[in-house]
């Protein structure tokens, strides 16, 4: 299997290396989703009125957004 194909020209990484991080990423995803999943329940259970936040802070800036252009005109 011949990675060097990635690299353009002169090749920065060698074959093993590029095999090394291939494997890293995957790895790395895998214990992200799987740490996602176990916080998941505490994240639904201590951020319960977040979204009517987030909601409200984009209702404001779109008040701010009308009050701008519709002074302009």
Not at 1 to 11: C, E, G, R, V, Y
Not at 46 to 60: D, E, Q, R, S, T
Request: proline share 0%.
């Amino acid at each position: 299997m011949n990675f060097s194909m990635l690299a353009i020209k002169d090749a920065m990484f060698s074959d093993g290396q590029l095999v090394f991080a291939a494997l890293f990423f995957v790895a790395f995803v895998i214990l992200i989703y799987f740490m996602y999943g176990k916080d998941k329940i505490l994240h639904r259970k201590n951020y319960k009125g977040v979204k009517w936040i987030l909601v409200g802070f984009l209702a404001f800036f779109l008040l701010l957004l009308a009050i701008k252009f519709g002074l302009k005109e």
